[in-house]
């Protein structure tokens, strides 16, 4: 079965630092896409970044990106120059051909300190 | 353009009523999903509906859940004979085509469902 791991239950990390979160991937299927969400406090899902399995290059937005490696199926996230808004709860989610439904890990939470 | 909506935002109800959560997708997607969060939860799937097709309800928790879409967009999940466990946040997610290695879904604000 598909599943989606994030070891990291909680992260600090200095303002205007780079940070990492972690994510691992279980599937047998060839063609699958790896999304980044951020759920600040107050509840929303807010789409970061996208990965296809098939990509060469490691995804990109902004101070986001996609550290992708296949062969060992994770897909770490990294932000650069990190913000006290980027305090909030990140989730790692692979969807799968059909594109019927994302998988979710159980996220890391990020804490930012001035 | 607008977002993905949700309503209402918050409802509480008795242990034994039934409810129903309302999710308005994005204009011109045709695929939307119902996923459930607890608290301090990873999301979990519930439901799917893309275009005509038969909706994938292998998420759903039990036949107490039911989902509908009613011309291709407005969607209604229903909960009937609310228990305790189902107290949660609903979030729905519209995407523009399902299967698209491109395919973005985008959520709404969800629904907290608190069952007393």
């Known amino acids: 079965a598909q599943k989606i791991t994030q070891t990291q239950p909680g992260m600090f990390v200095q303002e205007k630092e780079a940070v990492t979160l972690d994510c691992t991937y279980d599937?047998?299927?060839?063609?699958?896409?790896l999304f980044w969400y951020k759920q600040p406090s107050s509840g929303e899902m807010i789409f970061l970044i996208y990965?296809?399995?098939?990509?060469?290059q490691n995804a990109t937005e902004g101070r986001y990106s996609l550290n992708f490696q296949k062969a060992r199926k994770s897909a770490n996230l990294v932000i650069s120059a990190s913000q006290l808004g980027d305090s909030a709860m990140y989730f790692c989610?692979?969807?799968?051909?059909?594109?019927?439904?994302?998988?979710f890990g159980a996220g890391t939470i990020l804490r930012v300190k001035s | 353009g607008a977002g993905v909506s949700q309503s209402p935002s918050n409802k509480v109800t008795e242990k034994g009523k039934d409810v129903e959560l309302r999710c308005d997708p994005i204009?011109?997607?045709?695929?939307l999903y119902w996923y459930r969060q607890s608290l301090g939860q990873g999301l979990e799937f519930l439901i799917y509906?893309?275009?005509?097709?038969?909706?994938?309800k292998s998420g759903l928790p039990s036949d107490r859940f039911s989902a509908e879409r009613t011309g291709g967009s407005v969607s209604t999940l229903t909960i009937q004979r609310t228990q305790q466990e189902d107290s949660a946040v609903y979030l729905c997610?519209?995407?523009?085509?399902?299967?698209?290695?491109?395919?973005?879904?985008?959520f709404g604000p969800g629904t907290r469902l608190t069952v007393l």
């Open positions: 509906f893309q275009g005509n097709s038969a909706p994938d």
């Open positions: 989610a692979m969807s799968l051909p059909g594109g019927n439904k994302l998988v």
């Open positions: 990965q296809g399995s098939y990509d060469e």
């Open positions: 997610a519209s995407s523009l085509i399902a299967g698209g290695r491109t395919d973005t879904q985008y």
């Open positions: 599937t047998s299927d060839q063609s699958y896409g």
């Open positions: 204009s011109g997607h045709t695929a």
